[in-house]
């Protein structure tokens, strides 16, 4: 009897567990689905970026897409392959200071002509254009003053003077040498620049500005520097109050062209040949007719920061029209404002930054200035 009692108490216990394990399994059979419900109806509430319930504005995303922001240009390097000019090549061994980056220049449209333009001139105009604009500067100044010197239209010279003015800031006043180049080179110093500037008709002033150099007594022997063959010549043609630099020992090239102010009526800015026989900086000014004298430092000095003088110069013809050429010269002015106008007493005045720079390029007893009407 004890046996059998034994026996149902087992079987009942088996039962229970089984009812506890069913239980435990339906019960985690619910909360898993329960857990995925609510996963499911979180993800079904989040808001589609670009759907038409999101809020946002679709075609503002598009336009973004359609619109991109431009991203910057970046520059292609031409290999030469033998096949194209290589005259804008610069010669390795000069130290190239950055220089400014030449706008493009348009050609004007057609213009009605001054009388008989040469027809050659516009077409070597154009082409000068073309070159400048491809950065082909020694060609470009050939072209532009080959043009000039054939008689182009009024408006049309005053653009090559000034791309000119433009050319020369790239190939003259910087420390650049391009290949092809007739006037200018590398040279390796061997002495003082006073020494040096005479081999080449230049003053050491000019080296100095074109190489960038602050003090001439502190350039190592060996250093590698920029100069130029010279001389320079000047002529001024006064019914255009303007003042032109040529280079060359026969004035051959145009490198530069300044506005200036020439003589009043009754006090013509005399017509001839002259030689520069004289320079000075910051130049007293003894005023006879006013009864002054306008020390160096005096803001109120007529003749600026430098002055040039001039000496009447037979050997290389031309008669002078004036009856004296006592103190004619070349000056800067206190009277910028007056530029491109005759109001002097006879010299001829120029802006001061112009001055400095004709100063430096200028030498005394080679450089010619021939004034014309």
């Known amino acids: 009897m004890a046996k059998r009692r034994s026996y149902y108490g087992q079987r009942k216990t088996h039962t229970t567990r089984r009812l506890f394990l069913t239980g435990m399994l ?64 610069i010669e390795e061994s000069v130290a190239i200071e950055p220089v400014k980056e030449p706008e493009i220049v348009e050609i004007p449209e057609k213009l009605n002509p001054s009388p008989e333009p040469s027809s050659n001139a ?74 040096i500037a005479p081999k080449y008709d ?24 920029k100069v130029v063959q010279g001389p320079f010549h000047v002529i001024v043609r006064k019914t255009k109050f303007e003042l032109s630099v040529y ?11 300044y506005p200036v102010t020439i003589g009043k009526p009754g006090r013509d800015t005399p017509t001839g040949h002259w030689t520069v026989s004289l320079k000075q900086e910051d130049p007293a000014f003894p005023d006879r007719e006013n009864n002054i004298v306008y020390s160096s430092n005096d803001p109120k000095n007529p003749l600026g920061e430098r002055w040039i003088a001039l000496k009447y ?41 112009d001055v400095e720079e004709l100063y430096d390029m200028l030498l005394v007893g080679k450089s010619r200035v021939q004034i014309i009407d």
């Open 202 to 225: 230049i003053t050491s002033k000019f080296i100095m500005r074109i190489n960038n150099i602050k003090d001439d007594r502190k350039v190592p022997a060996g250093k590698n520097i």
């Open 122 to 195: 516009i077409g070597l105009y154009e082409k000068a254009v073309k070159s400048f604009n491809d950065k082909y500067f020694v060609t470009a100044r050939k072209q532009l003053s080959d043009a000039i010197d054939l008689k182009l239209p009024a408006k049309l010279e005053k653009s090559a003077r000034d791309l000119v003015n433009k050319a020369s800031d790239q190939w003259l006043f910087s420390k650049n040498v391009f290949s092809g180049d007739q006037y200018c080179e590398n040279y390796l110093v061997d002495g003082n620049l006073s020494a």
């Open 26 to 89: 339906i019960t985690m059979v619910a909360y898993g689905s329960y857990v995925w419900f609510n996963n499911k109806k979180a993800a079904d509430n989040i808001i589609d970026p670009v759907s038409e319930n999101s809020g946002l504005d679709i075609t503002s995303l598009e336009d973004e897409t359609t619109n991109p922001v431009e991203s910057p240009t970046v520059p292609i390097t031409v290999v030469n392959n033998g096949n194209t000019p290589s005259q804008p090549t």
């Open 247 to 257: 280079i060359g020992q026969n004035a051959e090239m145009l490198v530069r062209t």
């Open 313 to 353: 110069d037979e050997k290389h013809g031309g008669n002078n029209t004036s009856s004296s050429t006592d103190g004619i010269g070349i000056h800067g002015t206190i009277e910028e404002n007056l530029i491109g106008t005759a109001a002097s007493r006879g010299c001829i005045r120029m802006k001061n930054k």
